[in-house]
């Protein structure tokens, strides 16, 4: 594996908003070809607990690689109702 990882996505204050991104950064040995996969973990946050994590309908996908830096992680909730504050995402990438 070549390197893995948690980054928060910040929805912003209530209302929020349906998607949000965040940078993964730091990456020197990820190339153009590498894998990389992004995750919802259910771990409490200050806006949200463990359980909310595990139920709340949003999908989480790692895109848009660039090579030697990293990449970034997109969250957009399936429901297309808002969400605010901060949901925890993990990563790795090979």
């Given at each position: 594996?070549?390197?893995?990882?948690?980054?928060?996505?910040?929805?912003?204050?209530?209302?929020?908003?349906?998607?949000?991104?965040?940078?993964v950064?730091?990456?020197?040995?990820?190339?153009?070809g590498?894998?990389?996969?992004?995750?919802?973990?259910?771990?409490?946050?200050?806006?949200?607990?463990?359980?909310?994590?595990?139920?709340?309908?949003?999908?989480?996908?790692?895109?848009?690689?660039?090579?030697?830096?990293?990449?970034?992680?997109?969250?957009?909730?399936?429901?297309?109702?808002?969400?605010?504050?901060?949901?925890?995402?993990?990563?790795?990438?090979?």
């Amino acid at each position: 594996m070549g390197a893995q990882g948690t980054a928060d996505l910040d929805f912003g204050v209530f209302p929020g908003k349906t998607d949000a991104t965040v940078a993964v950064t730091g990456q020197a040995g990820i190339v153009s070809g590498s894998l990389a996969e992004a995750w919802i973990r259910p771990v409490a946050t200050a806006d949200h607990s463990a359980d909310e994590h595990a139920v709340e309908e949003l999908e989480v996908y790692a895109r848009d690689i660039v090579a030697g830096t990293g990449f970034t992680i997109q969250g957009v909730t399936r429901s297309k109702q808002r969400l605010y504050g901060v949901w925890k995402a993990a990563w790795c990438w090979n």
